[in-house]
């Protein structure tokens, strides 16, 4: 019995949610039917913040109204820069939403902190009030909410601020890389507002102890991608302090390739000690690295780890002198003369013993990929590497 | 001794209902945490080229050549940063290679790559300058599994992902796929929802509206989608449990397989067995691993509308179940195997594998019920009716009803009332048959048949609107 | 007034409006609007227009196949087509100018540079 009573309910809980969608999505078109052309007037005919007002009156007070407005504004955002933007602006800051938001940003309700947080990191406005409520929330147990308030304060003019929200937001457990991403890309954002940025503020993310290694990679990750070369020795510094054990690999990794990207010269000393280690990943990225540092003592050096155990290193050794536009072939053709001339020594002999087998195996595997490789580019067929 | 019976049978079919009622439950719950604001965290710099990984494509194809060429344009047509599509001839009968070649113009090439897996041998490799990210490789017919190990083998990228040649994926799949990975730390693999195709209007090689099939087993399979896939799969996630990701769109760490050793070739379910397999490595290893789902769809899929085809394919399935089970008997109710040893294996192997046989012998008693003179025990009659096709109703009408609530796909109100309507037939008559196919699966896997069977597939063009 | 036949593929909604409304503005061209790559390419090359806007991500055919089918016909070799895109790469930019694309303007834009683009290339003819 108490089967079949739920069961009538579901059916009509189902029919009423359908319905009710239905009709939102016709309000949405009609809404939009409306506004849309008022809102291209007045990006073409605006003057003066003034002119916003008039077409807010327009609006409603009402909740849905108002989000389905900010999202036109938001789509718009996506397509119109320059004078347009500034235009739509006028109209995203106005008085009306700002009220509206900022109700909802002292709520108690996850809810409406977060549709506050995505407001404001739009619209661009922070009042030192708004400041001290925005960085409690960045404790709040859910993290999409404390995420949206991280990227509002990315707003303030104070450096300070921005650096300290990235320190309490990268402690969380929970943060995401592309969260922390999208932060760090904020951070030097808008850095016109901040009068100047004081130098190297990122390593203060970095030397601090309680922020877990995988977002201290991002961000090396991302000063090696972005190219902030003032950045280069500290790096260069940084990892002679981390000690190579397995929980370090990664971030290990990241500065070399960092360091790589960077090409910090001064590293390369420093990166070739790392060639020997056992570690297949690293020795990989050593080779990245020593590569764009560029230089014929490099790629020797290079050349010499080709006899590498592990497959995968020999196959970018390969592929890296190949690519290289200078010397990278006949550093390749002088190991392949080296070679030969020991192979064909050892087979005119009796057949060779079993270590030395592997050995030839592996000149041999070498030697078909240099072919191989080189074939490739001049066909083309080598896709781009990452 | 009647009594014990009976109590058995209520019991059970209570705990199953009640344990799919849970699932979908807390996928309801996961996909509304989800859906708040989902794009609040949506990636606008240009950093996401480092956050997101490389993926090869792999497609198996044998005896493809009517969809090959389409299916490929499609794939190459993905958005995705940096991906490749590998596709492997396995040895094909028909025009498969020759029109591949044909179409993208490509010419036999070497490839410098490690032999990690082995596999029957490899005839050629082919490429064109002109699509760099396409390599299509030739080689002696070994399989599915054997396909996509030559596939693995020859990918350098870091994930790879295995596509049956007649899903169709969503331009941003890949994009949405990522995710899992970005989100979740050393995810080695993923999967996504998989929808039925069949009754979709296709205009312009574009979705426009999706409905439910025509015919009446389409329709049926609609809602067991719905209940099994979409709410079943999320909610083992929730509960970070998950045991299959679908064969028809899956993607892998490339170093995980690497690592356990490639697709098994002698497996009928290859997908469900390799997912075990990465399971009972990784937690042997205790190394910290993931296996997701996301909760999105991802991958259409046609399915079969046929008696026979769909008979066939259950039977298949689960004869993949019982082989993979099987093989990892060892895991079962093992503690160093933590909740997938000592649950989630159990779990299916007492009430997806064996389920069938013991619901089968349960209609069967009623059966016999009838025939026992003077025996009217009305009580066992109603309440067993009320357990087994009554709550399964329930749980089926919520599956549809979540879909409503979370994603509102289908295009119009009719289709919901459809799928309504047969989530009352499904469970009267459908779920008793489909175990039947089940137990004759078991049968045939007790014998050793290691067949795949054919499917009528009526292709894509069917589905377009001329 | 510069007067023609315009076709634009887009399938972004505001931008299709958008699009509209500064050629109803600015121009006397006839506008046409597609939101399927399949079917404005089935429309162009049954029509001659003297102007393509493309987008590139688009359901059904992408802009750059699009690009490259329309260079590959006699009718089309030097139709004037304008990529209009969100992607702003520079290797999606270099992509569309080696496709032979008379202009790539990225999203976002603002009206009235896209139209001092369009009279430029349109005098150009």
């Keep these: 019995m108490l089967l079949l009573t739920t069961f009538l309910y579901l059916l009509v809980y189902t029919f009423w949610t359908r319905a009710k969608k239905k009709y939102w999505s016709r309000y949405k078109v009609k809404f939009r039917a409306m506004f849309m052309p008022l809102i291209l007037d007045y990006i073409e005919t605006a003057n003066r913040q003034s002119d916003a007002d008039d077409v807010i009156k327009k609006l409603t007070r009402r909740n849905e109204d108002i989000v389905l407005f900010l999202e036109i504004l938001d789509e718009i955002t996506e397509i119109l820069n320059g004078d347009d933007r500034k235009k739509l602006n006028w109209l995203i800051k106005h008085a009306l939403f700002d009220r509206f938001y900022r109700k909802k940003l002292y709520s108690n309700s996850v809810n409406a902190q977060l549709l506050a947080c995505v407001y404001y990191s739009k619209s661009g406005y922070l009042n030192r009030k708004m400041t001290v409520r925005l960085i409690s929330l960045i404790s709040s147990r859910n993290t999409k909410v404390a995420y949206a308030s991280a990227k509002v304060l990315q707003n303030s003019t104070n450096e300070y601020i921005r650096l300290n929200t990235l320190k309490s937001f990268f402690k969380r457990p929970d943060a995401s890389s592309m969260m922390i991403g999208e932060l760090l890309h904020l951070f030097h954002q808008n850095a016109d507002k901040i009068y100047q940025m004081s130098g190297i503020l990122l390593k203060q993310l970095l030397l601090q102890k309680d922020i877990p290694k995988d977002r201290k990679q991002l961000v090396i990750d991302y000063i090696a991608y972005h190219n902030l070369y003032e950045y280069s020795l500290f790096l260069r510094n940084y990892l002679q302090t981390v000690l190579y054990r397995f929980e370090n690999k990664s971030l290990i990794v990241s500065l070399i390739n960092a360091l790589g990207e960077l090409r910090v010269k001064e590293a390369g000393t420093l990166i070739r000690s790392y060639s020997t280690i056992q570690n297949a990943e690293i020795r990989i990225c050593c080779v990245e690295a020593l590569n764009q540092l560029g230089g014929s003592d490099n790629l020797s050096f290079i050349t010499g780890m080709l006899l590498d155990i592990e497959f995968d290193v020999r196959k970018r050794i390969i592929q890296t002198l190949v690519q290289d536009p200078d010397n990278g072939h006949l550093l390749l053709e002088k190991f392949m003369l080296t070679y030969l001339k020991f192979v064909s020594k050892v087979w005119t002999s009796e057949l060779p013993p079993n270590d030395m087998l592997v050995f030839i195996n592996k000149l041999r595997s070498i030697t078909t990929g240099i072919r191989i490789t080189s074939a490739n580019k001049a066909l083309h067929f080598n896709p781009v590497q990452k | 001794m009647i009594q014990a019976i009976e109590w058995g049978i209520i019991t059970y079919f209570l705990s199953l209902n009640s344990v799919y009622l849970l699932l979908v439950i807390s996928s309801l719950i996961y996909i509304r945490q989800q859906m708040l604001l989902s794009d609040v965290v949506k990636p606008s710099s240009l950093f996401k080229s480092k956050v997101y990984k490389t993926i090869s494509i792999l497609v198996p194809a044998y005896n493809e050549a009517g969809n090959i060429i389409e299916s490929v344009e499609s794939l190459l047509r993905l958005e995705y940063p940096e991906y490749e599509i590998i596709v492997i001839n396995d040895g094909s009968s028909d025009e498969t290679i020759e029109r591949l070649k044909d179409h993208f113009k490509l010419t036999k090439t070497e490839l410098f790559y490690k032999q990690s897996i082995d596999h029957q041998p490899v005839r050629g490799i082919y490429k064109t300058a002109e699509i760099p990210n396409l390599t299509v490789i030739d080689k002696e017919n070994g399989g599915k599994s054997d396909a996509l190990n030559a596939g693995i083998n020859v990918s350098d990228y870091d994930l790879v992902c295995s596509i049956d040649a007649d899903s169709i994926l969503e331009q941003d799949v890949l994009k949405k796929l990522i995710q899992t990975f970005v989100r979740h730390k050393d995810t080695i693999a993923a999967g996504g929802i998989v929808r039925v195709i069949n009754g979709c209007k296709i205009v312009n090689r574009e979705i426009k509206e999706i409905h439910v099939p025509d015919g009446f087993l389409g329709r049926l399979q609609s809602v067991e989608y719905l209940r099994a896939f979409l709410f079943g799969r999320v909610g083992w996630d929730y509960l970070k449990s998950l045991l299959i990701i679908s064969g028809a769109f899956g993607i892998f760490d490339r170093k995980a397989i690497l690592e356990v050793g490639g697709y098994s070739v002698d497996s009928v379910g290859e997908d469900i067995e390799l997912i075990i397999r990465l399971h009972s490595h990784f937690l042997r290893s205790k190394k910290e691993y993931n296996i997701r789902f996301l909760p999105e769809p991802i991958c259409w899929t046609e399915v079969p509308v046929d008696y026979k085809s769909l008979k066939n394919q259950r039977n298949r399935w689960h004869r993949g179940l019982a082989d993979s089970l099987w093989r990892h008997k060892y895991m079962l109710f093992n503690p160093t195997y933590g909740r997938i040893g000592l649950l989630v294996m159990p779990f299916f192997l007492i009430f997806e594998l064996i389920g069938p046989i013991i619901i089968l012998l349960s209609y069967l008693y009623l059966g016999v019920l009838f025939f026992i003179p003077g025996y009217t025990s009305i009580s066992f009659i109603v309440l067993f009716f009320a357990v087994s096709v009554i709550y399964g109703m329930v749980v089926s009408l919520i599956s549809v009803l979540a879909e409503e609530i979370a994603y509102k796909t289908y295009s119009s109100t009719k289709d919901i009332l459809i799928l309504t309507a047969y989530s009352f037939i499904e469970n009267m008559g459908y779920r008793q048959i489909h175990s039947y196919w089940q137990v004759l699966g078991i049968i045939d896997f007790i014998k050793g048949n290691k067949s795949w069977g054919k499917m009528e597939r009526k292709g894509f063009k069917a589905n377009s609107a001329s | ?125």
Aim: glycine letters at 6%; hydrophobic letters at 40%.
């Design chain 3, 1 to 125: 007034m510069l007067k023609g036949n315009v076709v634009v593929i887009e399938d972004d909604e505001i931008t299709g409006i958008l699009i509209k409304r500064i050629f109803e503005r600015e121009f006397k061209f006839n506008f046409v609007l597609f939101r399927n790559g399949l079917e404005g390419l089935e429309y162009i090359q049954n029509n001659s227009p003297s102007l393509i806007i493309l987008d590139i991500m688009l359901p059904g055919k992408n802009g750059f196949e699009i690009l490259k089918e329309l260079r590959e016909s006699e009718a089309h070799k030097n139709t004037k087509i304008i990529l209009l895109s969100a992607k702003s790469n520079s290797s999606d930019i270099e992509r569309g100018f080696d496709l032979s694309a008379d202009e790539y303007i990225t999203k976002p834009f603002q009206q009235q540079e896209f139209v001092v683009r369009i009279r430029k290339l349109m005098r150009a003819s």
